[in-house]
């Protein structure tokens, strides 16, 4: 490790900016779509692939504000799921390229 990889300090953790209610997790969903590329449309297919019918109207209330008509809180349970069914859909659609491409 050379001098410009050094950290300046330990890794601590950081403090707790918020209250954290399982029973609304939105916020944190938010957060992940933000962080990665993950669309709401590949969302809600992820969840159909895996039997739970979610809605446009469902992932859009995930997003709102609590103080908007349509919010609808995420439980950390639903953030779970959520997160489980997209890794397992993106597997199945890599697993599916892959064995076109193995076919031609």
Same mark, same amino acid.
């Given at each position: ?24 997790? @939105?916020?944190?969903? %938010?957060?992940? !779509? %933000? ?5 709401? +449309? ?5 969840? @159909? ?7 446009? %109207?469902?992932? +859009?209330?995930? %997003? ?5 008509? @349509? ?11 959520? !997160? ?12 599916? +390229? ?7």
């Amino acid at each position: 490790m050379t001098d410009q990889d050094t950290p300046a300090r330990e890794y601590t953790r950081p403090p707790m900016t918020r209250g954290v209610d399982p029973q609304r997790m @939105n916020w944190l969903w %938010q957060l992940v !779509l %933000q962080a990665t590329d993950l669309d709401p +449309a590949d969302v809600r297919q992820a969840l @159909n692939a895996v039997g739970v019918a979610a809605t446009d %109207q469902r992932l +859009a209330s995930w %997003q709102a504000s609590d103080r908007d008509e @349509n919010y609808f809180p995420l439980t950390i349970a639903e953030l779970e799921r959520n !997160l489980r069914a997209v890794i397992a859909w993106k597997a199945k659609r890599t697993q599916v +390229a892959e064995d076109i491409v193995a076919q031609e």
